[in-house]
């Protein structure tokens, strides 16, 4: 498997990545063993998984941190993406479908963060990422 470089930064991952939003929804049916398809592309050689709090409420980032953990891989062995910004409590706005509203507060930032790491059973991600932000929360100062 080829590795890439992400941009001018030092995180370097797998050419392919695992893209888990479906491992923590229902949406397209029920989703198959995590751990046989984590280990899978772990075998393949894909070391990047991206994942998001908002896939499944919270399940998807559960599913991928038991799988990676059941692998026996080193935590320095795959890189970790996950990202923030919806009210995970809040009512969708409109249709079962719609979005959540997003907070970009320091403090919702936070408590993302430690809800994601604690579900993904790790002390780090390697990439933490606004989830589809408006330009409000790209160009607000506070965050």
Same mark, same amino acid.
């Given at each position: 498997?080829?590795?890439?470089t992400f941009g001018n930064t030092d995180l370097e991952t /797998?050419a392919v990545g695992f893209g888990t939003w479906a491992l923590? &929804?229902?949406?397209?049916?029920?989703?198959?063993?995590?751990? !046989?398809?984590? !280990?899978? !592309?772990?075998?393949?050689?894909?070391? +990047? +998984?991206?994942?998001?709090?908002?896939?499944?409420?919270?399940?998807?980032?559960?599913?991928?941190?038991?799988?990676?953990?059941? &692998?026996?891989?080193?935590?320095?062995?795959?890189?970790? &993406?996950?990202? +923030?910004?919806?009210?995970?409590?809040?009512?969708?706005?409109?249709?079962?479908? /719609?979005?959540?509203?997003?907070?970009? /507060?320091?403090?919702?930032?936070?408590? !993302?963060?430690?809800? /994601?790491?604690?579900?993904?059973?790790?002390?780090?991600?390697?990439?933490?990422?606004l989830h589809n932000p408006r330009m409000d929360g790209i160009?607000?100062?506070?965050?």
């Amino acid at each position: 498997m080829r590795r890439r470089t992400f941009g001018n930064t030092d995180l370097e991952t /797998s050419a392919v990545g695992f893209g888990t939003w479906a491992l923590g &929804s229902d949406w397209w049916g029920e989703h198959e063993a995590p751990d !046989a398809l984590v !280990a899978r !592309a772990l075998d393949l050689g894909i070391t +990047f +998984f991206d994942t998001g709090d908002t896939y499944g409420q919270g399940v998807n980032e559960e599913l991928v941190g038991e799988a990676l953990e059941r &692998s026996g891989r080193p935590r320095d062995a795959y890189e970790l &993406s996950t990202k +923030f910004g919806y009210v995970l409590d809040a009512e969708r706005q409109g249709n079962q479908e /719609s979005e959540r509203p997003h907070d970009w /507060s320091p403090e919702h930032t936070r408590r !993302a963060l430690e809800n /994601s790491l604690r579900r993904l059973r790790t002390d780090y991600v390697d990439l933490y990422q606004l989830h589809n932000p408006r330009m409000d929360g790209i160009v607000a100062d506070e965050l």
